[in-house]
């Protein structure tokens, strides 16, 4: 029996939610063209789709929000909000932004130009596509481990230095704007990066004077995984542990709508005063004047309160413990997942439950719909669906490594009854999943398809 932490934390308001029956859900599922994004919330029971912005935030985060100044310029809400980003990141510089993706959409307009390549460990689907966007070419470069989904490797987040060393020597310096590492790794399980990594990422981009961006999203969650796993970290608080993590890089692109625990927002922080005051510009054309870059006051406040919470242990134990829980009712009914889990979702090896599916038919797809269809709940694919693309010289498919289904645990949200019900879901399907059928296009937009892609059974 698995140990569930209890939450460091009562409940003083809820939501309501309620299973619409099984007839309502094949209804609302064709609806949306068998894709889960087009749902109506009040139709999904667990909503698993994602863990950002879908946490609940604290006591402190809503009378923050009452402090909120909404001044246009040099609002109170910005300067302690630049207080708590200097607290943990320590870059010289940093402009909000509405969410992670519009830093990333500044930091690919200022610096990729055509034909450029940016590596990573793994890009994240919106970073990804803001490198295409600016006509670059994102490059993963991810340890061999991350790709063996029963390999339980500590830090499988980790980009592969003689890679990374490779990629750089034969693609050119002068075509490399800037590196990158996502942490902890979204697209690869949820899976952090070891400090010794990062600081020989870092190194290597250094030696060939390559200035090194992190995704930083999930930082806290990161930060703590090498307090338990590494060696060397377990008596260093989780805030030492993330300055240390940033003093190696130039940057950091960050969506607070993960572990700042709010439901919008997030910035672009950087050493650099000529790219600051560019991202300056980019800001006022698209998001907003500098000190408020696209948030009401009061977000800019939440997320300083956030920021904050996010790094208490108290609070990182039980989130990275409920996550544990989750996987170990997975496992003990013979799902295949991503092992060890990482820190914010499970995911499950959906080629792997579902062999008979080939990946032209979706299998992740197949198992987000047969959730939803069973128990309500719902889920994100992250396989072919959302990865693979036509190979732009010989225009072949090519697939992922891994079909997988992502079930992204919201922060603070859901309690042990409700991963009790998924891991009896799971054990429902499980019993029934040679029926399962796969999936095919009717509608895919050229990028980021998985978000509005319709589809039909086969
Ligand atoms: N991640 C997620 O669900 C939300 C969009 S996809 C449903 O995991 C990384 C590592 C992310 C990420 C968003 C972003 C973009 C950047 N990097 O959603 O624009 O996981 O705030 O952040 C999502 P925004």
Known sequence: MSFYPPEPFRIKMVEPIRLIDRPARQIALQDAGYNLFGLHSDDVFIDLLTDSGTGAMSQNQWSAIMEGDESYAGARSFFRLKEAVNEIFGFRFFVPTHQGRAAENILAALLVKPGQYIPSNMHFDTTDANIRARGGSPANLVIEEAFDPTNRHPFKGNMDIQKLRRFITETGVENIPFGMITITNNA???????????????????????????????????????KMREPGYGEKSTLEIAREIFSFADGATMSAKKDAIVNIGGFFTMNDETLYQAACNELILREGFPTYGGLAGRDLDAIAAGLREGVDEDYLAYRLGQTAYLANLLLDNRIPIIEPPGGHAVYVDAGKFLPHIPQSQFPGQALSVELYIEGGIRACEI??????????????????????????????VYTQSHMDYIGGVFAKIAKQKEKVKGYKFIYAPPMLRHFTARFAPI
Not at 396 to 406: A, G, H, Y
């Open 383 to 412: 396989g072919s669906v959302m990865f693979a693309y036509p190979d732009p010289d010989t225009g072949d498919m090519m697939f992922p490594k891994l079909e997988l289904v992502r079930l992204a645990i919201p922060r603070r």
């Open 188 to 226: 690869g399980g949820g899976q952090p990066v070891s400090m010794e990594n990062i600081r020989k990422v870092s190194e290597t981009y250094r030696e060939f004077g390559i200035p090194f961006f992190i995704d930083a999203c999930r930082f806290a969650e990161n930060a703590y995984f090498i």
